[in-house]
C-alpha cells in the first residue's frame, strides 16, 4: 500500500521480494559464522534445506526469504564475504 506520499509501507508484500539464496560453504570454520548470520535475518526465512556433501568436503545451504531487496542483498553479500563462503541470490520477478 502506498501513502500520500508513494512511498511503499513496510507490510505491503509488493514491497519485498521472494528470493532463494543458494549458499556453499567449503570452509567449515565457517559454519558457525553462517548460522549467526541467518540468525540475524531470521524474521525473513520462509524455509531452509542445508545439504552435507562429504564426498566433496562441502555443505550446501538453499534459504528461501521474503524481504526487501536491500535485505536480501546485504545477507548475500555478507555470507559472500566470509572465506570458503560462496552466496548467490536469485530473485523472483
Do not use: C, F, W
Amino acid at each position: 500500500m502506498e501513502n500520500p506520499k508513494g512511498i511503499r509501507e513496510k507490510t505491503d508484500p509488493e514491497a519485498t521480494r521472494i528470493a532463494v539464496l543458494g549458499i556453499i560453504i567449503e570452509d567449515k570454520e565457517q559454519i558457525s559464522q553462517v548460522n549467526s548470520l541467518l540468525h540475524q535475518y531470521a524474521q525473513y526465512v520462509i524455509g531452509r534445506m542445508g545439504l552435507p556433501y562429504e564426498k566433496r568436503k562441502m555443505n550446501i545451504i538453499s534459504v528461501v526469504v521474503d524481504a526487501p531487496a536491500d535485505k536480501i542483498s546485504a545477507l548475500s553479500g555478507k555470507l559472500g564475504r566470509l572465506s570458503g563462503v560462496t552466496s548467490k541470490a536469485l530473485y523472483s520477478k
